[in-house]
Every structure is written in structure tokens, then in C-alpha cells.
């Protein structure tokens, strides 16, 4: 099993920056033994779909959401299985629950999806 847990969100105003940051960690039969492919985070908004925001591979390719280039900046430490997403110039239509998302490499493929419990930014304006 493993386990993603997020930490970094709270209220902002508008033009505000935030940082977000996510670990995965194994526990169980999964133990330290795990390999993570690509790392990223979604966003569901109230009344909205959850949809992607950045994603970055293993190798570091990066892809964001359109509404999001240019003011997020998705990031990984790859040796603690941690990636980040720096959030600058916030807007209101940012708001929203974030999930760490992170797929599991078993066998030289991907294998597991896993989702973080989600933690919620808030932008005012």
C-alpha cells in the first residue's frame, strides 16, 4: 500500500502564492520497497469534476492545465517520493480541492494509481 498525504493548503487572497506539497510513503507489504512513475495534482472545484492541474513524470516531462501555465510550477524530489506544486498569482477560479495523484511502478510499468486525501485552497477576492 501506499499512502499520499498532502500538506500546504489554506486561504489566500487573489495575486497570493501557496505551495503544496505531497510524500508518498509505503506501508504494509509495500514497505519501503515502491517505486513511483508520474506525481501530480488534480483540482475539483465546488460543483466541478476533478481535473488536472500538473503532472510530472519520472523523467520530469511536466504538463499543466491551461488556466494554470505560467503561475503553477509542478516539482519532485525524487529520492523522498515528494512533489510539489508552487502556486503563484492566485485567482478565485483556483479555489478548490487538490488530490495528490501518484502512479505505482511495479514490474517496469505502471501498475497502481494512488489518490491523497486532498487538501483545500481557498482564494479570495
Known amino acids: 500500500q501506499v499512502q499520499l498525504v498532502e500538506s500546504g493548503g489554506g486561504l489566500v487572497q487573489a495575486g497570493g502564492s501557496l505551495r503544496l506539497s505531497c510524500a508518498a510513503s509505503g506501508s504494509g507489504s509495500s514497505g519501503s520497497g515502491f517505486s513511483i512513475g508520474t506525481m501530480g495534482w488534480y483540482r475539483q472545484a465546488p460543483g466541478s469534476q476533478r481535473d488536472m492541474v500538473a503532472v510530472?513524470?519520472?523523467?520530469?516531462?511536466?504538463n499543466y492545465a491551461d488556466s494554470v501555465k505560467g503561475r503553477f510550477t509542478v516539482s519532485r524530489d525524487y529520492a523522498k517520493n515528494t512533489v510539489f506544486l508552487e502556486m503563484n498569482n492566485l485567482k478565485p477560479e483556483d479555489t478548490g480541492v487538490y488530490y495528490c495523484?501518484?502512479?505505482?511502478?511495479?514490474?517496469?510499468?505502471?501498475?497502481?494509481?494512488?489518490w491523497g486525501q486532498g487538501t483545500q485552497v481557498t482564494v479570495s477576492s
Open positions: 510530472i513524470a519520472s523523467g520530469g516531462a511536466k
Open positions: 495523484y501518484a502512479t505505482r511502478i511495479r514490474l517496469g510499468r505502471p501498475s497502481s494509481d494512488y
